[in-house]
Structures are given as structure tokens and as C-alpha cells.
Nanobody, 122 residues
Framework: QVQLAESGGGLVQPGGSLRLSCAAS????????MAWYRQAPGNQRELVAD???????NYADSVNGRFTISRDNAKNILYLQMGSLKPEDTATYYC????????????????WGQGTQVIVSS
């Protein structure tokens, strides 16, 4: 019932910047907490940053001070502004959203996007 579509990934040099976007669509009533995760080859998927509907944020220590998570509630879009990128930021980045759908009987469920690849390399 809900689809999340990430975009904005690509190849960037160390020290560069990228902005990822995640657009939620479908049978949406309310989008609650949203988050960015990432997974590098051979690694577990890890939480990068999350944000509540009201805008409270948390960041992984590895990205704190370099990345900024934000959202547009009117458009149901999640963003991740990534700066001062490092090779260790290379990963597939996934969007997650807790969504109350119109026919969900007030039960929130998590939805995941397909991911967008970020490669930081010189």
C-alpha cells in the first residue's frame, strides 16, 4: 500500500556532498518516524539518522556533524544532506518510514525503500 522511492545517490569524491531524497506515496494517512539506514558490502545494515514527524533528530556517531536529516511533511519526502563525505560512507542507503495507512485501523507499519547507492571514491 505504501512505496518509498529513494533518489540522489551516485559517485562523489571524498570531501564532497550529496543529497538523498525519499518520497513516500500510496495509501497514506500519516507518516510518522522516518530514518536513513545504510549497508556496505560485508557489513550489517546500520542506522544513519532518524527524524520524528515533529523534526527531532538523531545521528549515528560516524555521521554526526556531517549529515543532516530533514523532512517535508506536506510532501511526505525525507532528505539526507551528506557533506564531508568519506570513503567509509560508501554504501547502499535505505529509507524507512513508519506509516499509518487509511485502512490500517490505527496500526503503524514500517516500510522500506529499495535503496540508492552512494560511492565515495577518488
Amino acid at each position: 500500500q505504501v512505496q518509498l522511492a529513494e533518489s540522489g545517490g551516485g559517485l562523489v569524491q571524498p570531501g564532497g556532498s550529496l543529497r538523498l531524497s525519499c518520497a513516500a506515496s500510496g495509501n497514506i494517512s500519516i507518516v510518522y518516524d522516518m530514518a536513513w539506514y545504510r549497508q556496505a558490502p560485508g557489513n550489517q545494515r546500520e542506522l544513519v539518522a532518524d527524524i520524528t514527524r515533529r523534526g527531532s533528530t538523531n545521528y549515528a556517531d560516524s555521521v554526526n556533524g556531517r549529515f543532516t536529516i530533514s523532512r517535508d511533511n506536506a510532501k511526505n519526502i525525507l532528505y539526507l544532506q551528506m557533506g564531508s563525505l568519506k570513503p567509509e560512507d560508501t554504501a547502499t542507503y535505505y529509507c524507512k518510514a513508519a506509516v499509518l495507512t487509511i485502512a490500517s485501523y490505527a496500526v503503524k507499519r514500517d516500510y522500506w525503500g529499495q535503496g540508492t547507492q552512494v560511492i565515495v571514491s577518488s
